[in-house]
């Protein structure tokens, strides 16, 4: 029986079709990644993020048994999750200006759209790694910040000589 290498980069890769998830790992073997999970439907999905950490998740929309952005939303609600605070990448085959803003609202980090190539998953991944975004915590959201920029508002606070409204 072959062991498991487990490495801090690991990934997991969740598509319903089994053919995608193997496409998307040659992809990620061609990165240089190695320690690399599949999952085919979301009750797999589960059990392997509560089993390891990861260090990136790629999750299809369509995945069998709860879609994609359902299940960032459990699994950004979920505090005894180790891969709570995971950066997700969303696939998906279709997505419409809604959707894309449904998988950001609900804590997806970045988003594919399929087909894709090598290059276009290589750049998520170093803009994850190059860029993490802080975890937010809130009453309607919970995920990473949604912000991708930040703005200058120069040295002086202009909260400094206002008042508390009361």
């Keep these: 029986m072959a062991t498991e290498e ?23 073997r061609s990165l240089g990644r190695k320690d690399i999970r ?3 439907d979301a009750s797999r999905v589960m059990l392997e993020v509560r089993r390891r950490a990861f260090d990136v998740i790629i999750i299809d929309d369509a995945l069998e048994g709860m879609d994609g952005v359902a299940f960032t939303r459990k699994l950004r609600a979920m505090t005894d999750c180790q891969n709570r605070l995971t950066p997700v990448i969303m696939m998906s085959a ?14 997806v980090t970045e988003f594919l759209r399929k087909p894709f190539a090598a290059s276009h998953l290589q750049t998520r991944l170093v803009s994850i790694e190059a860029n993490p975004r802080g975890f937010i915590e809130a009453a ?9 920029r930040t703005v200058d ?11 508390k409204a009361g």
């Design 94 to 107: 279709a997505p419409d200006a809604k959707r894309i803003a449904d998988a950001r609202d609900a804590g």
């Design 140 to 148: 309607a959201y919970n995920g990473p910040d949604r912000r991708r």
């Design 6 to 28: 487990i490495t801090k980069r690991g990934v997991l890769v969740a598509d319903s079709s089994q053919n995608m998830a193997s496409l998307v790992t040659v992809m990620l």
């Design 38 to 40: 599949e999952a085919y």
């Design 153 to 163: 508002v120069g040295s002086k606070d202009r909260r400094e000589g206002q008042s």
